[in-house]
């Protein structure tokens, strides 16, 4: 996979006025989070699809009860985007409920199902945060590893982890079990409120699936060659 790049943009103007500066031929695979999507809702995904090719990570975090999680995914399925996230730390039945909502919404739009992501822990808690604030007394990178293996366990296609955690991850899930990893940062690069950091060479040593990028690519001065830096370290696994 490309690396995704996080449209954490306020409006459908400012995503297209981004898009724009991408040459037609280079299809980019992009994330639409909470921001976007809050602020001009589904047809922000026919915006963008018209606008450039693109394949479609929809991250809205899904974690509520089972039943509200089924029927918000049903209306999710219903969008034709590629990839989804939910949180893990909703539990088996709310995973489960997810991808049965996924699966029924797709099918009744006639559309292939987005692929089920479970976030294990964000890429913005560390360790102290772990244990003081969530109560949590294990190793993040087992808290992470645990949380991998239920959402396998719950019909999940992969996790949403640092990549600091991939080969952790990989010891316990399926060859093809999905390990998409943001908090990447290439040498140099404004940090911000990420704690769990990797440079995009390394999440591929890591054996990352997919890598996210944000404000590294948004907030450059050139964002296209930002982006073709970031593509290239991630392609050779060289940075
Ligand atoms: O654990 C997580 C889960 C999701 N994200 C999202 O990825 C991007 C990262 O943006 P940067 O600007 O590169 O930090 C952002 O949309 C997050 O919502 C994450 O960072 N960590």
Do not use: C
Not at 206 to 212: H, N, P
């Amino acid at each position: 996979m490309t690396p995704i790049i996080a449209l954490d943009f306020k409006d459908q103007a400012t995503t297209l006025d981004f898009l724009a500066r991408f040459p037609k031929d280079e299809r980019l695979f992009v994330k639409i989070g909470m921001e976007l999507f809050y602020a001009e809702g589904p047809a922000i995904i026919t915006a963008i699809q018209a606008a450039h090719p693109v394949d479609i990570f929809l991250d809205l975090k899904l974690h509520d009860i089972p039943n509200t999680v089924e029927k918000a995914a049903w209306q999710l399925g219903k969008l034709g985007v590629a990839l989804t996230t939910v949180h893990a730390a909703g539990g088996k039945e709310m995973m489960l409920a997810a991808k049965r909502g996924l699966l029924a919404g797709a099918k009744a739009a006639n559309h292939p199902a987005p692929k089920m992501l479970a976030i294990t822990h964000l890429t913005s808690t560390d360790q102290t945060m772990l244990e003081n604030q969530l109560s949590i007394d294990v190793p993040l990178n087992q808290a992470v590893q645990h949380l991998a293996a239920i959402a396998q366990a719950s019909d999940a296609d992969g996790v949403v982890a640092s990549a600091l955690e991939t080969p952790l991850i990989r010891s316990v899930t399926k060859p093809e079990f999905l390990v998409v990893t943001p908090g990447i940062r290439p040498h140099g690069a404004a940090i911000g409120d990420q704690k769990r950091v990797v440079t995009p060479g390394r999440a591929k040593r890591l054996g990352s699936s997919a890598i996210v990028v944000g404000r590294p690519i948004t907030q450059a001065p050139d964002p296209v060659e930002a982006y073709q830096s970031i593509k290239k370290a991630w392609e050779t696994a060289h940075d």
